[in-house]
Structure formats: structure tokens, C-alpha cells
T-cell receptor, first 109, second 113 residues
Framework: TQLLEQSPQFLSIQEGENLTVYCNSSSVFSSLQWYRQEPGEGPVLLVTVVTGGEVKKLKRLTFQFGDARKDSSLHITAAQPGDTGLYLC?????????FGAGTTVTVRA | NAGVMQNPRHLVRRRGQEARLRCSPMKGHSHVYWYRQLPEEGLKFMVYLQKENIIDESGMPKERFSAEFPKEGPSILRIQQVVRGDSAAYFC???????????FGSGTRLTVV
């Protein structure tokens, strides 16, 4: 059973445009994490959100966590080709991460 | 991903052979986790180990798969009598205690021919 649904599955935009990817969970986890994975590499942690309503910013990336702690979004402003990759959300319970299937983002120069 | 070392990066095995995947955790990390990423699917938890202890192996297939993290040396994920369905990317992650952030290795891509 897929506990975390990510949308869209694929996203292709032009350099300079904005994009948003979504992660919706059927369960409440102790925290929600966002990762970026490049081809042939492992996931790299971008951010961890814990508190409902939390907003975190990382340069051009903005992460929001819903009040009910079941949904989250990642917004990228003025995307660059270097933002290309697979974006994964993961819910954490104790030591176990449950991952969504990911959103493949392609930023065209 | 610097710090968590996985080898080999690519492994090709014929059906029926054994596959051994190694993971050296980041310095200072004593908790190791294995995940499997099948084509077109998300990463799935397999097993959580501390030194000389298996804490949770609820994600491991019941047969042919085993994992260890000895007192000395890397963690090993062992797959006996591999089948085509075992072809996947296997990732190791490590942490200090859980909830203190997880660092993933670059993975081992297993292909069974």
C-alpha cells in the first residue's frame, strides 16, 4: 500500500519558471522529509518538517507542511537546470522511512 | 552522499548465484539501514541494524535475504540464489541515533541475468 502519494509524476519546465510538487499522506508521521536524487546516486536530504503549518526556506526552495501534518509541498522559484532530479518525500516513524514514488523534474535551459 | 560508502556500485549476477553488497557507514554513525528501489517504484525499507544486532528486518523477504553488521567491518546485505526479480538498486543509509538525520550511500545496482 502506497502511503505517500506524490504529484505530478513528471514535470518539465523552462529555466526561470516556478514549480510546485506535492506530497499527500494517508497517515501522520513523526516527521516528513524531502530528498533529491540524481541519476545513479542516492537520495540527499533537503529538509525535515515536523510541526503542522511549518514553512521552511532553503534558498529558492520553499517547503510547506499542512496543518494536519498529512500533506506537504515543495515550491521552487526561478528553476535552474541544476534543479533537475527526482524529488522524493518520505514519512518517518522512529527509524523507518516510507517513501513516495517521486516527482521527476526536468528544467530545460 | 560523502561518508556512506557502498560497494560495488554495479553488480551483475547470473540466476542462482549469490550477491554480497557492502556498506560502510559514515564516521560516527552506528545505525545502518538498507532500502531497495525497484524500477518505477519508490524506495522500500528492508532492515535496520546496529552493531551485531538486527533491530528490525520486517522489510526483508523471508527467504534468501540476510543482513549483518559485525563488530568490525562493513554491513553486508546477502542475497542467495538470486532471481531476475532481485534486480534493483540497493541503498544503505546510516545515522547516529534515529531521528538525527539519515545519510544515504550512492547505492549498488544489482542486475540478475
Amino acid at each position: 500500500t502506497q502511503l505517500l502519494e506524490q504529484s505530478p509524476q513528471f514535470l518539465s519546465i523552462q529555466e526561470g519558471e516556478n514549480l510546485t510538487v506535492y506530497c499527500n499522506s494517508s497517515s501522520v508521521f513523526s516527521s516528513l522529509q524531502w530528498y533529491r536524487q540524481e541519476p545513479g546516486e542516492g537520495p540527499v536530504l533537503l529538509v525535515t518538517v515536523v510541526t503542522g503549518g511549518e514553512v521552511k526556506k532553503l534558498k529558492r526552495l520553499t517547503f510547506q507542511f499542512g496543518d494536519a501534518r498529512k500533506d506537504s509541498s515543495l515550491h521552487i522559484t526561478a528553476a535552474q537546470p541544476g534543479d533537475t532530479g527526482l524529488y522524493l518525500c518520505a514519512g518517518e516513524d522512529d527509524y523507518k522511512l516510507s517513501f513516495g514514488a517521486g516527482t521527476t523534474v526536468t528544467v530545460r535551459a | 552522499n560523502a561518508g556512506v560508502m557502498q560497494n560495488p556500485r554495479h553488480l551483475v549476477r547470473r540466476r542462482g548465484q549469490e550477491a554480497r553488497l557492502r556498506c560502510s557507514p559514515m564516521k560516527g554513525h552506528s545505525h545502518v539501514y538498507w532500502y531497495r528501489q525497484l524500477p518505477e517504484e519508490g524506495l522500500k525499507f528492508m532492515v535496520y541494524l546496529q552493531k551485531e544486532n538486527i533491530i528490525d528486518e520486517s522489510g526483508m523477504p523471508k527467504e534468501r535475504f540476510s543482513a549483518e553488521f559485525p563488530k568490525e567491518g562493513p554491513s553486508i546485505l546477502r542475497i542467495q540464489q538470486v532471481v531476475r526479480g532481485d534486480s534493483a538498486a540497493y541503498f544503505c543509509a546510516s545515522s547516529r541515533p534515529p531521528n538525527y538525520g539519515y545519510t544515504f550511500g550512492s547505492g549498488t545496482r544489482l542486475t540478475v541475468v
